[in-house]
């Protein structure tokens, strides 16, 4: 394999240093690395496909929920060439068969290994596999999931209550998610700090507590009350009888 025509969508700022910021083992090799926002109307002109770069990379080391919108944004353009996600080493555990990508790279990959994802992607034959599926298409979408009037919708990660959005850190969505998609049910610290910090976590359960501490303060004082404190055991997410879906 030659020289490659990359893509880099990135927030990184200044753009210049994005390469060797997000994955500093790509800035070792050979390839042509063009930097652009997380706009994928770049890839486009006039409303059609420009031409197409070899491998389009996402940035979702600075921005994890922006980074993980616009690889749903470049699966609904349906292009054929290969998407790489990067991301940080404690994301890759959030990695499942339904991510919008034909690939993944930790951000402190060397460039022997991010040498070889590239050659694997554009060496692979993408013909009759199609685009990664965008709505309507071989993956159901994730439905969203409603509590009294608090409105988790995972596939926008975006959260609304009362019709507001809520403006919310990635850790304190997932919070949310967690024990929104577990209504009634008490959750402790611990299982918590496992299930959304992840396993090679260090810190303590405190954490847990301050999170939902905030998650409190950004829901309201109308709606603070719907996260419930179990005393010595953890928390429960509850709303009215009947309305969970």
Do not use: N
């Amino acid at each position: 394999m030659g020289v490659a025509d990359l893509v880099l969508l990135s927030t990184h700022l200044p753009a210049a240093d994005a390469v060797p910021s997000v994955l500093p083992g790509l800035a070792l090799l050979p390839h042509v690395v063009t930097v652009h926002g997380m706009d994928v109307g770049v890839l486009l002109t006039d409303g059609h496909q420009a031409r197409e770069p070899d491998l389009v990379l996402v940035d979702l080391v600075t921005d994890l929920m922006v980074g993980h919108g616009t690889l749903r944004s470049l699966a609904a353009l349906e292009l054929g060439c290969p998407v790489l996600a990067v991301l940080g080493e404690t994301a890759l555990g959030l990695v499942d068969a339904g991510w919008p990508a034909d690939d993944v790279c930790a951000t402190g990959a060397g460039p022997t290994e991010v040498g070889a994802r590239v050659r694997l992607l554009l060496g692979r034959d993408r013909r009759g596999r199609g685009p990664v599926p965008a709505q309507g298409g071989g993956h159901a979408e994730p439905e969203a999931i409603r509590v009294a009037d608090v409105v988790v919708d995972e596939a926008s990660w975006s959260v609304r209550a009362g019709g507001q959005p809520l403006d919310l850190t990635f850790k304190e969505f997932e919070l949310l998610r967690y024990l929104v998609q577990r209504p009634g049910r008490v959750v402790t610290r611990d299982l918590l700090l496992q299930e959304v910090w992840g396993l090679d976590y260090y810190g303590g359960t405190r954490t847990v507590d301050v999170h939902i501490r905030r998650l409190r303060a950004k829901l309201g004082p109308e709606r603070e009350s719907l996260i419930s404190t179990i005393r010595g055991v953890g928390y429960r997410f509850s709303g009215p009888r009947g309305d969970h879906r």
